[in-house]
């Protein structure tokens, strides 16, 4: 235990042994030579003792001139601070004092002397259903695309690829337009860019977003020009397209031109060629770090696991992480218990440049915040404690200072009409991306309000909250439990379930605009329970059930749900009373049953009877 804490000490940084007490200083304010020098947000009464003026001078000033409406306990950001003091003849200065509890605003500034290369991130981008994903899976010898619903990645992977003794760190961010903010969030944490643009499609919207957001983000292109194997292949007609965006091909300007790189994923050309540019190109760049330092980081994506409880998907930018450590992840605190990678192995240690999930977090973060460990518990469990009051009172903190323009605004939204929802992702990055789709839908007249967005199973809470505020309760890849559809039926509430998510943004923009068009809607049939398993060479894995409701008729549409979310989807292939095979087994009876390709089934997971029935929308 000692040596720990001795290793732990010889990881800590410069900026980690700063004082975090900073209290008297935030209030304070001075002038120096005419130069009026603040620390920290001031209200009109505030600012106006410091500059030696009556409250009403500012208040009068700021309608007169600025057409903005305040009181005198008024929080004033920084312009409108400096536009005051310049009014009245003073030069302005705000001076920042950082905080431990603000760790992502601290400069960090290494010992060359501890310096040592590290794997590049790269971040695979482009638009949906140009071959990203079975890029990746490619590279890694797996199978990720088969299972994704829609074939669109509906979330951000994160993988280690070792070649030739040198690591690749690929982020696989999803294609959809929905998931903009995923990809922004991809690319500022990466140090290389693959552009997927499919030979048979061209430039599409998408493709120009995630060229966007890697220029926004500083960090080297590589264009992966993918499908040049199909016939209808047009190479030269992708790069006159990516030529119009400013992306030249190297072959064309020598000297600032990108890199284009010819591949098949599908059929594994180009694809070792392709590997050797990007160590070459992160060879030219010296990427380092410091592994000697406390670990740092950024969240890629983040979930609530019904056994394991908040996990997360971290990427360590810099120093190193080990099991037992304890960090800060945004307001979140977390001494490591477990770290896997992504083929599930546990680890003991992750340096810079690693992917990794980590358990033992106190709630789920979000995907996108900051981390850092600290050298003992009782500082990480303060900065944690104070990063969340921060957030909380930035929250609660009501902006009274209002424009003419504001105030009609508001004016014209209480006039609207409100779509409300509660939704339910499997995962945070999802309820991020759906959050954000949703609040673009734009029709004139309604909007739609999100009243709640949280990651996890659809629970009791969720119906309750939808029947107050008179919501509807959507899920994306996750499904409620018999108790909660019995509560939903008591409440009258409506839950909408959906596995792709332009299918669900569509729906919504649809009953905005009062289009809706007679649909196949689902019908659930009945719930079955597994409650023991066996194994038959010929046939794979038969799953002993009980049906707690409803029934299962004999190859019916499936759905396997294991802690309320869904594994798979698909078909029954058998249904078996005894030794006898049946068309229908009811509530309350036990049965014999096996999935259509699918084997992975566990004890206690629920199967989910369901058919597709025409019913006239309305």
Not at 13 to 28: A, E, G, I, L, T
């Amino acid at each position: 235990m000692q040596k720990k804490k001795s290793n732990n000490n010889n990881r800590i940084s410069n900026f980690q042994k700063q004082d975090v007490n900073h209290k008297h200083k935030q209030n304070m304010t001075k002038v120096n030579n005419g130069v009026f020098i603040y620390m920290d947000v001031l209200s009109v009464s505030e600012l106006a003792k410091q500059l030696g003026l009556n409250p009403s001078d500012i208040i009068k000033y700021l309608f007169m001139e600025k057409k903005i409406m305040v009181n005198i306990n008024s929080q004033l950001d920084d312009d409108t601070i400096g536009e005051i003091c310049l009014n009245y003849g003073y030069d302005f200065k705000k001076e920042k004092v950082v905080a431990k509890e603000r760790f992502e605003e601290i400069e960090i500034h290494d010992d060359p002397k501890d310096l040592v290369e590290r794997p590049p991130v790269v971040v695979i981008m482009g638009h949906v259903d140009h071959g990203k994903t079975t890029l990746i899976d490619t590279i890694r010898d797996s199978h990720v695309a088969e299972g994704e619903a829609g074939l669109i990645t509906q979330q951000i992977g994160a993988y280690q690829k070792d070649i030739g003794g040198k690591k690749i760190t690929f982020l696989d961010t999803p294609g959809h337009e929905a998931f903009t903010a995923m990809r922004a969030r991809g690319a500022s944490v990466t140090d290389i860019a693959l552009i997927v643009v499919a030979a048979d499609d061209g430039v599409m919207p998408q493709t120009k977003e995630a060229l966007d957001h890697a220029k926004a983000s500083g960090v080297e292109i590589i264009v992966c020009i993918n499908k040049i194997d199909k016939p209808t292949a047009n190479i030269e007609k992708v790069k006159n397209e990516l030529a119009n965006e400013g992306i030249i091909p190297e072959e064309w300007d020598p000297q600032n031109g990108y890199i284009f790189k010819e591949i098949s994923a599908k059929q594994k050309i180009g694809i070792d060629e392709l590997l050797e540019t990007i160590l070459e190109v992160s060879d030219a760049m010296e990427l380092k770090a410091n592994p000697k330092r406390l670990g740092l980081g950024t969240v890629i994506e983040a979930s609530l696991d019904k056994n394991e409880g908040p996990k997360a998907t971290i990427l360590v930018q810099n120093g190193t992480v080990n099991v037992s450590d304890h960090m800060v992840i945004g307001t979140s605190y977390c001494k490591v218990r477990r770290m896997v990678n992504e083929y599930k192995k546990s680890l003991k240690s992750a340096g810079p440049s690693t992917p990794v999930v980590v358990t033992g977090i106190d709630e789920v973060p979000v995907a996108g915040d900051r981390f850092m460990v600290f050298q003992d518990e009782k500082t990480a469990r303060e900065v944690a404690a104070k990063r969340k009051l921060e957030k909380r009172n930035e929250e609660l903190r009501p902006s009274s200072t209002l424009s003419l323009d504001e105030i009609f605004a508001q004016q014209k939204e209480s006039e609207q009409k409100h779509i409300n929802v509660v939704l339910r992702a499997d995962l945070q990055g999802s309820v991020e991306a759906l959050k954000s789709s949703l609040e673009k839908l734009s029709v004139e007249g309604i909007k739609v309000n999100i009243i709640r967005a949280a990651s996890g199973a659809i629970s009791e809470n969720d119906i309750l909250l939808a029947a107050t505020s008179h919501a509807i309760v959507y899920g994306f890849n996750v499904r409620p439990d018999a108790l909660v559809r019995q509560k939903a039926l008591e409440e009258h509430v409506e839950i909408r379930l959906h596995t792709i998510i332009y299918a669900l943004t569509e729906e919504i923009e649809k009953a905005m605009k009062g289009m809706l068009s007679p649909i196949e809607q689902e019908v659930i049939l009945g719930n079955a329970e597994v409650r023991q398993l066996f194994k038959a060479s010929k046939v794979g894995t038969i799953a002993g059930c009980m049906v707690t409701n409803g029934y299962l008729k004999r190859a019916c549409d499936i759905r396997l749900i294991r802690d309320g979310i869904v594994i798979y989807t698909g078909k029954l292939a058998s249904l078996r009373r005894g030794k006898d095979d049946v068309a229908k087994v009811n509530q309350g009876f036990e049965c014999g049953l096996t999935i259509e390709n699918f084997n992975d089934i566990k004890e206690n997971d629920i199967i989910e009877a369901y058919e597709i029935q025409q019913v006239e929308r309305k």
